[in-house]
Each structure stands twice: as C-alpha cells, then as structure tokens.
C-alpha cells in the first residue's frame, strides 16, 4: 500500500477509535505519558525537579514538578506531544532497526517513570500496561506492523494534542492554559490557538515527509 494512503487511513482510524472507549482507552494513556512526560522533561532540563507523575484510568493525567522555567514547563505538554508524535512517525519511516531502537528507549522511559514517579497504585498499573503493550509490539511484530503501529501511535499523539487543548475552553481557568495566562498575562485563548497551530504544522510536516521517505 502506498504509504501516504496508508497514512491518511491511520488518521481515520485514530479518529473513529474515538467512539470505541474500551480500545480507545490504552491509546489515550500513551498520548497522556507523552503530554506529561514533555512536562517533566522540561522541568528537569531547566534546573527543577518531577514530584511525580499521575496516570488516570479515563485517560487524563498530572505531572507535578518543583522548580525549573515555569513558562516553559506549561508550555511543553502539548508542544512536547506533538514533538513526540512527530518523532514516532519519523522513526517509523526510517526502517525496522530504527523503530526497534526507539522501542526500547520507550520502553527505558517508561520503565524509569515507573521506578521514580509513579506514586499511586492506578499510575503504577497503567504504567505497567503500557511496558507490556510495548513488549508485545517489540517480540510479536514483525518489521513491518512495527513500523505501521509506531506511525499509528505517533499520529494519534499529534490528534490529541490538536484535539485536548480545545477542552481548555470550560471557563474553569485551570490547566496549562489558564496557568500561562497567570503567569505571562497573555489570554488563555492564545495559547490554545498556538497549540492547535503547532499540532496542524506537526502532522502537516509528517505528512510531507513521506515525499521524501516512499518506500
């Protein structure tokens, strides 16, 4: 199959496994690692520390930190997900050996946020679900599912950081949004428009990318 078909089918089945919960669910704790992780990552990278990360069985999750460029830090969840998802797609163009290397540094990163940020008992089995998810698709796919997987999982990463922010808009004024306006006093509406933005730009790129990649 072409790949850029095969592409824009992946996209539909990352959007229409939006009305299936059951399968949908182990989608959305990997999209919401990705988001909090980034948040993590970036705390760490700017001087602070993660407290923790939490895991919720509907898909959602908090990552808390202790010092490090707040601005950044906020900014990163949805930014840094689409990164990723832009990441697992270009890796997945590369060949098998390279999206097998990228598996097990995955599987590292989990494995490390099990052992030092998992904190409550629904993070630490949600996080083991996804070590073994990862396991599976490492010892029972062959090189090609793996490389299709990977491209399906980074796709559905990018969907949900151009979906997510838009739930920010429940005049609630909490989350990364609401956090920036306080922080930088430029309105919470901004920032979600340049997270959608980036998630556009992020799938848009992996799919020109694959001009470059036909195989």
């Known amino acids: 199959m072409n790949i850029r078909v095969q592409f824009l089918l992946l996209i539909g089945l990352a959007l229409a496994l939006e009305f299936v919960p059951f399968i949908r669910i182990p989608l959305k704790w990997i999209e919401t690692y990705f988001h909090e992780i980034s948040h993590g990552l970036v705390a760490l990278a700017t001087g602070g520390n993660i407290l923790s990360i939490q895991l919720h069985i509907n898909g959602s999750g908090l990552c808390t930190s202790q010092g490090g460029w707040a601005i950044l830090i906020s900014l990163a969840g949805y930014l840094g997900a689409v990164f990723w998802g832009w990441l697992i797609i270009g890796i997945a163009r590369k060949g098998h050996q390279k999206a097998k290397i990228f598996s097990l540094m995955t599987l590292v990163l989990f494995i490390v946020s099990l052992i030092f ?5 629904v993070t630490i089995l949600i996080l083991l679900c996804l070590i073994v998810i990862n396991l599976l698709m490492l010892r029972k796919l062959d090189h090609k599912w793996l490389k299709v997987s990977l491209m399906f999982v980074g796709i559905s990463v990018i969907l949900n950081a151009i979906k997510s922010p838009w739930y920010l808009m429940d005049g609630r004024a909490v ?6 306006a306080r922080l930088t006093f430029i309105p919470e509406i901004v920032w979600i428009f340049l997270w959608v933005a980036v998630g556009c730009i992020g799938l848009y790129s ?4 694959l001009y470059a990649n036909r195989k």
């Open 175 to 180: 989350g990364d949004g609401a956090n920036l």
């Open 206 to 209: 992996s799919w020109r990318g």
């Open 117 to 121: 940020w998992a904190r409550d008992l």
